[in-house]
């Protein structure tokens, strides 16, 4: 445990390393993080909403002018954190290459900085969002309180996907091609635009396979208050951490080989 | 169990390989089953067994490809060995790559503060040695601008600053110390110095066979992987350089490119061989070597050496003030005049080299580089053949020997 915080105080400076240099000489900085997921959201709900004339399905009652905006962007801050630590991690060795070749230190430390980055971005969309459900006078609410489990339950996918796609994208470089073709597929195969309740149930089947249902319903649930299902959550929460303990124990063994191949 | 072993880097028959395999799948496959060995191989280091003391300071030498790095590696713990163990006991601060992790745009101060985790420093530990680092880096204003303003100099230093600002218990050092110019490379020197005199283990790879034994009394010669020689760095130096010889006779190079630099620390003004446009008659005159050299009052006494080249660049002799222990005297402005005579000169006839250098008091750190500064000719009477002539003595034996 001691070890965990150690390994979290020296990830921190990682981060926010790459944060700075990210936004250093851009006019308004850290607002990109915001501007980009709030273009994304005006887009998405432009065409959904003014052209399909898509309303959100299911039980919530609450159908008020722009709900459905704010439903897409509770889904969109999940899935666009999980998407970008995927992109990203599947070229995160060769991108420190010079690191990995020549400085001793825990090469988990690279996965636990990516994260740490995206969640911060992250975080500060959920703000935005907060902001703009309170503008609206739809929150606070007390199922706001579950927003730390569905934001634990991310953050342990990003883990995950992290130290897997870091350590086999180094060896099998076409990952680099492969995921943000997955991802952007993955968009409309997870329940951002729709509840997954809605799907229809060869959807639904698929639906159950990707790990990022759970998370995105959940943060829903949580945004909005709607129920949540316990009893569905204990399976997949088990399996997250078993492909925890198989990611860390995939990333020892392939990390050997890193310096090699870069 | 020996109750005390002061055996601090212990490598037993270590192997490094690199796996040619092109198919990604395969090298995935392989490293996932760790089974490293099968399948088409580079081997860059072959069964190397190496011990190092606490504070030993071992130099590596050999040629570009020969190993040396790798073997710096292996050691740091970045490569893994392919065969074999290794164990290391206490803090390695790896002077490999300097700045890695440095980014362009950040400032000196925050990439010092930022990249703390990559040398184990925890925010907490890296702020309170910030000070002692920018003080030593001393590079001003500069460390509030970003890195990429820096001149290469400047990078290096705030680099090695705060890479040797751990306390190390051993220092791994590939080539760090050409970099920088002369007043920092003598400070730079200054703290491997002093880190080795508190008790650090020092491990030095170099081009450069004089610093090797300069600073280490224990040499190791690397060749295709394999170590051809552990012992006294002297004795290494020999080694190696008469193989290296032997291989360069074969590959008949021309003259190597004659290096010629000065620093702030100190510059040549003038070096002449008096009366070196008159041949000189071999065993009869003197070689007089004149040096004029400028250097900064502020340092303590340069010290100068001067070498001998035959006119294929081999070095025939050298002489240095402070192996003869010749105090170098300089006015105010640290202007000086030296002068070094080779009594009844003992070469042979040819055409010949000098070089000369002005390096620290400690004969270490090259302040002033004039190599093949000048040229002499040597003439003789008579048909000896060779560069030099020994003293000879003929006797009469005995037949019945």
Same mark, same amino acid.
């Not at chain 1, 936004?23 to 980009?36: C, D, E, H, N, P």
């Not at chain 2, 020092?202 to 051809?228: K, P, T």
């Given at each position: 445990?001691?070890?965990?915080?150690?390994?979290?105080?020296?990830?921190?400076?990682?981060?926010?390393?790459?944060?700075?240099?990210?936004?250093?000489?851009?006019?308004?900085?850290?607002?990109?993080?915001?501007?980009?997921?709030?273009?994304?959201?005006?887009?998405?709900?432009?065409?959904?909403?003014?052209?399909?004339?898509?309303?959100?399905?299911?039980?919530?009652?609450?159908?008020?002018?722009?709900?459905?905006?704010?439903?897409?962007?509770?889904?969109?801050?999940?899935?666009?954190?999980?998407?970008?630590?995927?992109?990203?991690?599947?070229?995160?060795?060769?991108?420190?290459?010079?690191?990995?070749?020549?400085?001793?230190?825990?090469?988990?430390?690279?996965?636990?900085?990516?994260?740490?980055?995206?969640?911060?971005?992250?975080?500060?969309?959920?703000?935005?969002?907060?902001?703009?459900?309170?503008?609206?006078?739809?929150?606070?609410?007390?199922?706001?309180?579950?927003?730390?489990?569905?934001?634990?339950?991310?953050?342990?996918?990003?883990?995950?996907?992290?130290?897997?796609?870091?350590?086999?994208?180094?060896?099998?470089?076409?990952?680099?091609?492969?995921?943000?073709?997955?991802?952007?597929?993955?968009?409309?195969?997870?329940?951002?635009?729709?509840?997954?309740?809605?799907?229809?149930?060869?959807?639904?089947?698929?639906?159950?396979?990707?790990?990022?249902?759970?998370?995105?319903?959940?943060?829903?649930?949580?945004?909005?208050?709607?129920?949540?299902?316990?009893?569905?959550?204990?399976?997949?929460?088990?399996?997250?951490?078993?492909?925890?303990?198989?990611?860390?124990?995939?990333?020892?063994?392939?990390?050997?080989?890193?310096?090699?191949?870069? | 169990?020996?109750?005390?072993?002061?055996?601090?880097?212990?490598?037993?028959?270590?192997?490094?390989?690199?796996?040619?395999?092109?198919?990604? =799948?395969?090298?995935?496959?392989?490293?996932?089953?760790?089974?490293?060995?099968?399948?088409?191989?580079?081997?860059?280091?072959?069964?190397?067994?190496?011990?190092?003391?606490?504070?030993?300071?071992?130099?590596?030498?050999?040629?570009?490809?020969?190993?040396?790095?790798?073997?710096?590696?292996?050691?740091?713990?970045?490569?893994?060995?392919?065969?074999?163990?290794?164990?290391?006991?206490?803090?390695?601060?790896?002077?490999?790559?300097?700045?890695?992790?440095?980014?362009?745009?950040?400032?000196?101060?925050?990439?010092?503060?930022?990249?703390?985790?990559?040398?184990?420093?925890?925010?907490?530990?890296?702020?309170?040695?910030?000070?002692?680092?920018?003080?030593?880096?001393?590079?001003?204003?500069?460390?509030?601008?970003?890195?990429?303003?820096?001149?290469?100099?400047?990078?290096?230093?705030?680099?090695?600053?705060?890479?040797?600002?751990?306390?190390?218990?051993?220092?791994?050092?590939?080539?760090?110390?050409?970099?920088?110019?002369?007043?920092?490379?003598?400070?730079?020197?200054?703290?491997?110095?002093?880190?080795?005199?508190?008790?650090?283990?020092?491990?030095?790879?170099?081009?450069?066979?004089?610093?090797?034994?300069?600073?280490?009394?224990?040499?190791? =010669?690397?060749?295709?992987?394999?170590?051809?020689?552990?012992?006294?760095?002297?004795?290494?130096?020999?080694?190696?350089?008469?193989?290296?010889?032997?291989?360069?006779?074969?590959?008949?190079?021309?003259?190597?490119?004659?290096?010629?630099?000065?620093?702030?620390?100190?510059?040549?003004?003038?070096?002449?061989?008096?009366?070196?446009?008159?041949?000189?008659?071999?065993?009869?005159?003197?070689?007089?070597?004149?040096?004029?050299?400028?250097?900064?009052?502020?340092?303590?006494?340069?010290?100068?050496?001067?070498?001998?080249?035959?006119?294929?660049?081999?070095?025939?002799?050298?002489?240095?003030? =402070?192996?003869?222990?010749?105090?170098?005297?300089?006015?105010?402005?640290?202007?000086?005049?030296?002068?070094?005579?080779?009594?009844?000169?003992?070469?042979?006839?040819?055409?010949?080299?000098?070089?000369?250098?002005?390096?620290?008091?400690?004969?270490?750190?090259?302040?002033?580089?004039?190599?093949?500064?000048?040229?002499?000719?040597?003439?003789?009477?008579?048909?000896?053949?060779?560069?030099?002539?020994?003293?000879?003595? =003929?006797?009469?034996?005995?037949?019945?020997?």
């Amino acid at each position: 445990m001691g070890s965990l915080i150690d390994q979290l105080s020296l990830a921190w400076p990682l981060a926010k390393r790459d944060v700075i240099a990210r936004y250093r000489g851009s006019a308004v900085g850290l607002v990109w993080a915001l501007i980009t997921p709030l273009a994304v959201v005006a887009v998405y709900s432009l065409v959904f909403e003014g052209v399909f004339k898509a309303r959100w399905a299911g039980g919530a009652v609450d159908q008020g002018q722009g709900s459905y905006a704010l439903r897409l962007f509770a889904g969109l801050i999940v899935f666009g954190s999980i998407s970008e630590v995927a992109g990203r991690a599947t070229r995160l060795i060769q991108d420190n290459a010079n690191l990995v070749k020549r400085v001793v230190f825990p090469l988990e430390l690279l996965c636990v900085a990516l994260v740490m980055q995206v969640a911060l971005h992250g975080l500060l969309q959920a703000a935005v969002l907060a902001a703009w459900l309170l503008v609206v006078g739809d929150g606070p609410r007390w199922s706001w309180l579950w927003l730390p489990l569905a934001a634990a339950w991310t953050v342990a996918l990003q883990v995950v996907l992290a130290l897997v796609l870091a350590s086999v994208g180094c060896y099998v470089r076409d990952l680099q091609h492969v995921v943000p073709v997955l991802m952007s597929g993955l968009l409309f195969l997870s329940p951002v635009f729709y509840p997954a309740a809605a799907a229809p149930s060869a959807l639904r089947v698929l639906l159950n396979f990707n790990p990022m249902s759970m998370p995105i319903e959940l943060a829903r649930a949580a945004w909005f208050g709607d129920a949540i299902d316990w009893k569905q959550l204990a399976v997949p929460a088990l399996g997250m951490l078993l492909a925890m303990y198989f990611a860390l124990r995939l990333f020892k063994r392939l990390r050997f080989g890193f310096a090699d191949l870069v | 169990m020996p109750t005390m072993d002061d055996t601090v880097i212990e490598l037993v028959e270590v192997a490094k390989s690199y796996s040619l395999e092109p198919s990604p =799948w395969k090298r995935l496959w392989r490293q996932l089953r760790a089974d490293v060995t099968s399948g088409p191989h580079h081997h860059a280091l072959r069964n190397v067994n190496l011990r190092v003391r606490r504070g030993e300071a071992v130099g590596i030498v050999g040629r570009n490809g020969a190993g040396k790095s790798t073997l710096l590696q292996v050691i740091c713990g970045v490569l893994q060995p392919t065969h074999g163990h290794r164990r290391v006991d206490g803090r390695i601060a790896a002077l490999l790559e300097l700045g890695a992790g440095f980014n362009p745009e950040l400032t000196g101060r925050e990439n010092v503060r930022l990249n703390g985790p990559l040398l184990g420093l925890t925010p907490a530990q890296i702020a309170a040695r910030l000070p002692e680092i920018i003080a030593f880096a001393d590079i001003g204003a500069f460390i509030d601008q970003p890195v990429r303003s820096y001149s290469s100099g400047m990078f290096v230093r705030l680099a090695f600053s705060m890479a040797t600002s751990v306390e190390p218990d051993i220092l791994v050092i590939d080539e760090a110390l050409s970099v920088g110019d002369g007043a920092f490379a003598r400070k730079s020197f200054e703290r491997i110095m002093t880190l080795k005199q508190r008790g650090a283990t020092l491990l030095f790879c170099s081009h450069s066979l004089y610093q090797v034994e300069a600073m280490c009394s224990r040499a190791i =010669w690397l060749n295709d992987g394999i170590v051809q020689f552990d012992g006294p760095s002297h004795q290494a130096s020999v080694e190696y350089s008469s193989w290296m010889g032997a291989t360069e006779a074969a590959a008949a190079g021309a003259l190597p490119e004659p290096v010629r630099f000065d620093t702030a620390s100190a510059a040549f003004v003038k070096v002449r061989v008096r009366g070196g446009d008159i041949p000189m008659r071999s065993r009869l005159d003197d070689l007089e070597i004149h040096l004029h050299f400028r250097s900064d009052p502020a340092i303590p006494a340069p010290t100068v050496g001067v070498t001998l080249h035959a006119s294929d660049g081999r070095t025939l002799s050298s002489a240095g003030s =402070w192996i003869e222990g010749f105090v170098i005297r300089r006015d105010a402005s640290g202007e000086a005049r030296v002068s070094l005579v080779f009594p009844a000169v003992a070469l042979l006839k040819g055409r010949y080299f000098v070089s000369a250098y002005v390096l620290c008091e400690r004969g270490i750190n090259v302040y002033s580089s004039a190599e093949q500064i000048c040229t002499f000719n040597i003439v003789q009477d008579g048909p000896l053949q060779g560069i030099v002539a020994l003293p000879v003595e =003929w006797q009469q034996d005995r037949f019945d020997d």
